[in-house]
T-cell receptor, first 111, second 111 residues
Framework: ETGVTQSPTHLIKTRGQQVTLRCSSQ?????VSWYQQALGQGPQFIFQ???????GRGNFPPRFSGLQFPNYSSELNVNALELDDSALYLC??????????FGPGTRLTVL | GEDVEQSLFLSVREGDSSVINCTYT??????LYWYKQEPGAGLQLLTY?????DMKQDQRLTVLLNKKDKHLSLRIADTQTGDSAIYFC???????????FGQGTELSVKP
C-alpha cells in the first residue's frame, strides 16, 4: 500500500510569484486535506477536497486555491506569494474522515 | 472558538514514563488524535480515541480522555531515545473535516 506522497520536497520562490504543490493520496482514500505549518507551530487547516469538490475551508485568503483530480490526487496553488507564506505544506488523505494520514510535506521558502 | 493547548516542552530519562497533556475546547469533537513529528518530517498518526471512550491502550501508548474537563493525555511507557520528537494533539471539528492542532509538545529523552 503506497502512502501519501508530495512534490516537490523543497521550493524557493520570490514574493509575488505563484506556486503549485502536488499530493498523491493513499490508495483507497478519496479525501485530501491541506495544512500549513509555520516554524514552531501546529498545522493550520487550509481546505479539504472530497470527490473533486471543496469540502471545507480554513481562514486563508482566496489566493490559496486547490484542485482534486478523478484519481483523488490534489494540487495546492498559491498566487501572489508573500514572505509569511514560507512554511511546511502538508497534505493528508483519508477515507470517511476518521483517520488522516500525512505526507512528508513540501518546504516552501519565499524570499 | 476552537482551540487546543499543550505545554511546549517535556524532558524525561530513558526508561521512564512520559505524560503529554492537552486541553481542547470543542465538546462536539468526535475523535481526538495524537500525532508525532520528527525533525524535517511529516506527521505520523500514533493513535486516536473516540469521544465516548475514557481510555485506549496500544502497546506502549495509553490515551486518557476526560470529556468533562476536555483534557486528553498521552502516556508513553518505557520511553526510548527514539521517542524524542514533537507530539501534537488534535481534535476534529464538529463536521468531521478539519483537524485542529495544538502547538505541539517537544519531548526530549535523555539517556
Amino acid at each position: 500500500e503506497t502512502g501519501v506522497t508530495q512534490s516537490p520536497t523543497h521550493l524557493i520562490k520570490t514574493r509575488g510569484q505563484q506556486v503549485t504543490l502536488r499530493c498523491s493520496s493513499q490508495s483507497g482514500h478519496n479525501t485530501v486535506s491541506w495544512y500549513q505549518q509555520a516554524l514552531g507551530q501546529g498545522p493550520q487547516f487550509i481546505f479539504q477536497y472530497y470527490r473533486e469538490e471543496e469540502n471545507g475551508r480554513g481562514n486563508f485568503p482566496p489566493r490559496f486555491s486547490g484542485l482534486q483530480f478523478p484519481n483523488y490526487s490534489s494540487e495546492l496553488n498559491v498566487n501572489a506569494l508573500e514572505l509569511d507564506d514560507s512554511a511546511l505544506y502538508l497534505c493528508a488523505s483519508s477515507s470517511q474522515g476518521k483517520e488522516q494520514f500525512f505526507g512528508p510535506g513540501t518546504r516552501l521558502t519565499v524570499l | 472558538g476552537e482551540d487546543v493547548e499543550q505545554s511546549l516542552f517535556l524532558s524525561v530519562r530513558e526508561g521512564d514514563s512520559s505524560v503529554i497533556n492537552c486541553t481542547y475546547t470543542d465538546s462536539s469533537s468526535t475523535y481526538l488524535y495524537w500525532y508525532k513529528q520528527e525533525p524535517g518530517a511529516g506527521l505520523q498518526l500514533l493513535t486516536y480515541i473516540f469521544s465516548n471512550m475514557d481510555m485506549k491502550q496500544d502497546q506502549r501508548l495509553t490515551v486518557l480522555l476526560n470529556k468533562k474537563d476536555k483534557h486528553l493525555s498521552l502516556r508513553i511507557a518505557d520511553t526510548q531515545t527514539g521517542d524524542s520528537a514533537i507530539y501534537f494533539c488534535a481534535e476534529n471539528d464538529n463536521q468531521g473535516g478539519k483537524l485542529i492542532f495544538g502547538q505541539g509538545t517537544e519531548l526530549s529523552v535523555k539517556p
